[in-house]
């Protein structure tokens, strides 16, 4: 965070976007650096709970795709990409639309690209897959465009332009994206900023904030309590115009946990600040700025000040829409067919156990699915 230190040195206290920012992504930050989700990282998302999760994706992509009368290419950006554990787990499941897939998968770290390289995933040179989705012209002897049958998998490290997507599928994005804060002050709204002391350490300071920062404030958290604290989700917000406009026909789907800024209002203070190292949960996002995950429950209410979603239910009812149970069934089905102890039948048995967590009320079931259907 040294750049950072010697910034505030010379102009003074950021907005706490900006230390996220750096904190999360900046040459010393905590994805830079290769953290993140996984058994033996940090925490773990759905993905990561198993190969359950990606198969009951790789249903709802069929559909997604039949919607769209089978278009081919099929193209799906997946931006926060993380390790690659989605797009893996899809594919093992071998969907229907797969030779069809043209998975983009947008991921800032370098770090984490290479762990995708680690895995057994048909990647290709971005070029090779944009250059046939631009329609660039063949006689360009410097361009090499790939047309062969997928699944075909390609590392950006930002949203593709140009391009007409048919879906984005981002599962724990907005909660990472930078965010400012605001508290309510006796005399009114002010804004929380951070600043350094001595030995280079973080500090909050509180400023009064801007006529439209107070304004935003007040539309979104009315008749809340003197010392309450809200998330402005302003890049949140700026994402998902973006990722709109770059679906003129097919859906945006946002997996993430969220509530109204009111609710998240009401919470007590700092529940909606997530700090996360090694699998536990501390609550000072200034501590260890770049060795721990700083996250934030999304508001819903300004999110959707942009553009309401065309459906709106948890994960737990997200997947057993696409057939969860059924999955599990078939596969409880064939581990009883498989030689006792055999590798292929506890892996077909490990989804009763996955389903549990996937479902579960107060984890991961809860979560929201937010789909904007173009």
């Known amino acids: 965070m040294k750049e950072l230190i010697e910034h505030i040195a010379r102009h003074g206290p950021v907005s ?41 994706m790789a ?24 390790p690659g554990g989605l797009i893996a787990a899809i594919l093992a499941a071998t969907p229907r639309c797969a030779p069809a897939l043209r998975w983009l998968a947008v991921e800032r770290s370098a770090a984490m690209q290479d762990i995708q390289r680690t895995r057994r995933l048909p990647l290709v040179d971005a070029s090779q897959i944009m250059g046939v989705l631009r329609n660039e012209p063949d006689d360009d002897e410097d361009a090499v465009f790939l047309r062969e049958q997928g699944p075909l998998v390609a590392q950006l490290r930002e949203m593709p ?43 909050e300071i509180v400023v009064p904030c801007s006529d439209t920062l107070r304004e935003y404030c007040e539309r979104f958290a009315e008749d809340v309590p003197i010392g309450t604290r809200i998330p402005v989700q302003h890049e949140a917000r700026a994402w998902l115009s973006d990722a709109l406009s770059t679906v003129p026909r097919g859906r945006v789907v946002l997996i993430d946990y969220g ?31 770049g060795s721990s995950d700083i996250t934030s429950d999304v508001a819903t209410d300004q999110l959707f000040a942009v553009s309401r979603p065309t459906l709106l239910r948890t994960q737990a009812e997200f997947l057993r829409a696409h057939g969860i149970e059924e999955i599990v069934s ?22 009763a156990a996955e389903r549990e967590v996937l479902l579960d009320a107060n984890g991961l079931g809860a979560f929201l699915v937010m789909e904007w259907v173009r």
């Open 330 to 351: 078939d596969a409880l089905t064939e581990a009883s067919m498989q030689a006792p102890g055999s590798l292929a039948g506890f892996r077909r048995t490990s989804f």
């Open 16 to 56: 706490f976007g900006r230390f996220v920012n750096a904190a999360l992504y900046g040459p010393e930050g905590f994805y830079s650096r290769g953290r993140g989700a996984g058994s033996h990282r940090d925490f773990v998302t759905s993905p990561e709970v198993g190969a359950l999760f990606g198969a009951v």
């Open 161 to 203: 332009l140009g391009v007409d997507v048919h879906v984005i599928v981002a599962n724990e994005l907005l909660d990472n994206l930078a965010f400012d804060v605001a508290v309510l002050e006796p005399d009114g709204w002010a804004e929380v900023r951070v600043d350094v002391v001595e030995e280079s350490r973080f500090c």
């Open 59 to 82: 249903r709802a992509l069929d559909s997604w795709w039949d919607e769209l009368d089978r278009v081919d290419p099929f193209v799906v950006v997946e931006p926060g990409a993380g």
């Open 259 to 289: 509530a109204t800024t009111p609710e998240l209002a009401r919470k007590p203070h700092g529940q909606w600040l997530r700090v996360y190292r090694d699998h536990h949960r501390s609550f000072d996002p200034l501590a260890a700025p």
